[in-house]
């Protein structure tokens, strides 16, 4: 209420960051925290099984650095560019909410970046000095542990992050008691952890097996003995990912479990809800598949069923991330703050007084008769926006036409009205509508307008901002004199 509204009337604001996030988690899990450690392994490997009189394997060792260098490469640019780029995007859909976070997790968000830095640094020193460290055994045993280092630093940056991540499905104790011990140790906390990391390391597996695939030859002896390692290290985390799973899974709470049905994507997709099940079985199936051929048949493991399998991984990570994200529903904090950005706390007040009085810009502080439709455009923005369109995705015109089957015939506006003031009644993943009966009027009159006009919401970026006068300096300046 107190911060101009970015919007992407096109793409929907909550896409942006879904986007942006899911890119990064998809990098973070399967390359930072997943990949770094089997390469690490596989070094280790190479000098194990190297002769007396050499420090390592060096046509292993050059295969291992090529798959290094591919994972330096991402990790260092799209990782760490989306990474910057969820802090944006964030910061523009989501201002009150990461500033609610913010505030709560500030030292943990502080050690996070700490750890971050030197991940970064690490991740310097382990993959610029990997052709020097093959100098001597010593300095190849120093650049193992370097890596080790690296490994260990990754999982702690998504430990810390993890935390965050449960917080706001399941703030547990926190509401009664706001500390930032309660805040981190939230009931999700631990069996989120216990699941993402076996995740993340038969991630790195599916990954390592792709690349190896690449940068080996058929026939090659180094391609089947690097086949079998990597399938072994799949198969020792694939048990441990499905029970973390499992475990997880119990510890969600039943209110967000509920959101299960609609949660792979729109209401639309409610008949899919079963089907998303198989497809996580098949999956995982898969995944167990190749990395049994590539255990005992490895000559079979073919480079199409290594890219299916890479992609049918990903895809779950990235479904996860999506149905994680969607099943916190109607909140964005569990019983704190709502996915429109108002705190349940303020419910009472906006319905008493309007949520547009309240609000720092807008321009229209009152519904009256000449201004509805404009009042309306302002409550939408300022109670829809960050999940609906007015014309891109999500559009609430599109919602309307689906729920009444009404597509170029006029919304009744008795049918809306009473379907606003039972929202989250109707829809039990959608928030309360917060404003007065006169808001509730005035953005069904907006809709109405739309649904013909097909007009785009612009957001604060494009139109600038108009200060409510009553929210203004002058006007608390008054206040104080009185």
């Known amino acids: 209420m107190d911060i101009p509204l970015f919007h992407l009337d096109w793409l929907n604001n909550r896409m942006l960051i879904a986007l942006i996030a899911t890119i990064h988690a998809l990098i973070n899990h399967s390359l930072a925290v997943g990949f ?41 640019t799209i990782g760490a560019m989306t990474g910057v780029g969820i802090w944006f995007s964030v910061s523009l859909v989501s201002p009150n909410s990461i500033a609610s976070l913010i505030r709560v997790f500030y030292f943990a968000w502080f050690v996070e970046w700490t750890v971050f830095v030197t991940e970064v640094v690490l991740i310097m020193i382990y993959f610029l000095t990997w052709k020097k460290a093959n100098s001597s055994i010593k300095a190849k045993t120093r650049h193992i542990k370097f890596g080790w280092y690296l490994s260990l630093f990754s999982w702690i940056t998504m430990a810390i992050i993890v935390s965050i991540l449960g917080f706001m499905m399941d703030p547990g104790n926190w509401l009664k008691e706001k500390s930032l011990l309660n805040g981190f140790d939230n009931p999700l906390y631990l069996p989120q952890l216990l699941y993402r990391t076996p995740l993340a390391m038969v991630l790195g597996g599916c990954f390592g097996l792709f690349l190896s695939a690449i940068f080996t030859k058929k026939g090659e002896p180094n391609r089947l003995i690097v ?46 809800y079963d089907v998303m099940w198989k497809v996580i079985l098949g999956a995982s199936s898969i995944i167990l598949i190749t990395a049994m051929i590539g255990i005992w048949k490895p000559k079979l493991l073919h480079a199409s069923l290594i890219t299916i399998t890479l992609i049918l991984a990903l895809g779950f990570m990235g479904l996860f991330e999506r149905v994680r994200e969607f099943i916190r529903k109607p909140y964005i904090i569990s019983g704190y703050m709502y996915s429109n950005l108002l705190r349940e706390q303020d419910y009472p007040l906006y319905k008493r007084d309007g949520v547009l009085k309240w609000a720092t810009y807008t321009s229209t502080p009152k519904v009256t008769e000449k201004n509805k439709v404009e009042a309306g455009r302002n409550v939408f923005m300022l109670t829809c926006s960050r999940c609906h369109t007015t014309q891109g995705v999500n559009s609430i015109v599109s919602v309307f036409e689906r729920m009444y089957s009404s597509k170029g015939k006029p919304f009744n506006r008795e049918s809306m009205e009473t379907y606003i003031n039972n ?14 009966q006169a808001e509730v009027k005035a953005l069904v009159s907006y809709i109405k307008e739309i649904q013909f006009t097909n007009e785009v919401l612009d957001g604060a970026q494009q139109e600038g901002i108009v200060v409510n006068p009553g929210q203004s300096i002058e006007s608390f300046k008054k206040i104080n004199k009185r």
């Open 423 to 436: 929202l989250h009644s109707a829809r039990e993943f959608m928030p309360p509508f917060p404003g007065n």
């Open 36 to 76: 770094v450690p089997l390469v690490v392994w596989l070094e280790n490997k190479g000098v194990i099984n190297s002769g007396s009189h050499e420090v390592t394997d060096l046509k292993w060792d050059k295969m291992v650095y090529r798959m290094m260098w591919t994972a330096f490469i991402i990790t260092t």
């Open 227 to 272: 086949f079998r390692s990597i399938s072994k290290w799949i198969l020792l985390w694939l048990p441990f990912a499905i029970a973390g799973a499992i475990y997880y899974y119990h510890f969600i709470p039943t209110a967000n479990l509920a959101n299960l049905s609609v949660a792979i994507g729109t209401q639309s997709f409610q008949d899919w």
